[in-house]
T-cell receptor, first 114, second 112 residues
Framework: GAGVSQTPSNKVTEKGKYVELRCDPI?????LYWYRQSLGQGPEFLIY????????DSGLPNDRFFAVRPEGSVSTLKIQRTERGDSAVYLC????????????FGPGTRLTVL | DQQVKQNSPSLSVQEGRISILNCDYT??????FLWYKKYPAEGPTFLIS?????DKNEDGRFTVFLNKSAKHLSLHIVPSQPGDSAVYFC???????????FGKGTLLTVNP
């Protein structure tokens, strides 16, 4: 079956612009996660959704970052007033439920802020 | 500060030999550990996991060993194959049961 998909695969923007990154989880997965992977680092947790609600957004670096999942499926990560330090690969993952089970990752969106 | 540490950025082995990837952690709350494999331009894919109540878990060519007293785990791949060439991430869960904490990864190259 289809895995986690993310669009766009690459996004280049200018400092100060607004961007939206989309994640389509595996059908039926209730849990959805966003991670950010900076160059030379491992993925870092940003936010976790269980259904439509953000159960844990403690990893969002500041209030320029916001994520939604209005119907409990597709999620959008929104970044306002982008900064060069936001450049990274943004990874989305989903799982059947929040817990120590396997998280299935998408290919990521590579964001470059010029 | 890094709570999960993979101190070897890269490792090169010959096909057919054993690959040993190491991981150390500092947070005593971690109680579940996972290894993910990542190819370029793809997301990480789950490889194998181990609960803190065990000290070994085996799945085919892959075995993970956990030494709780040393806060150390290792992934053994034997025999190594060229298709195993990828970045391997060690990750941990604890406290919450969903927030993965990753190491920086180790690039494994298996030479034919």
């Amino acid at each position: 079956g289809a895995g986690v998909s993310q669009t766009p695969s690459n996004k280049v923007t200018e400092k100060g612009k607004y961007v939206e990154l989309r994640c389509d989880p595996i059908s039926g997965h209730t849990a959805l996660y966003w991670y950010r992977q900076s160059l030379g680092q491992g993925p870092e947790f940003l936010i976790y959704f269980q259904g439509t609600g953000a159960a844990d957004d403690s990893g969002l670096p500041n209030d320029r970052f916001f994520a939604v999942r209005p119907e409990g499926s597709v999620s959008t990560l929104k970044i306002q007033r982008t900064e060069r330090g936001d450049s990274a690969v943004y990874l989305c993952a989903s799982s059947t439920m929040g817990g120590p089970g396997e998280q299935f990752f998408g290919p990521g969106t590579r964001l470059t802020v010029l | 500060d890094q709570q999960v540490k993979q101190n070897s950025p890269s490792l090169s082995v010959q096909e057919g030999r054993i690959s040993i990837l190491n991981c150390d952690y500092t947070n005593s709350m971690f109680d579940y550990f996972l290894w993910y494999k990542k190819y370029p331009a793809e997301g990480p894919t789950f490889l194998i996991s181990i609960s803190s109540i065990k000290d070994k878990n085996e799945d085919g060519r892959f075995t993970v060993f956990l030494n709780k007293s040393a806060k150390h785990l290792s992934l053994h791949i034997v025999p190594s194959q060229p298709g195993d060439s990828a970045v391997y991430f060690c990750a941990a869960l604890g406290g919450s049961n969903y927030k993965l904490t990753f190491g920086k990864g180790t690039l494994l190259t298996v030479n034919p």
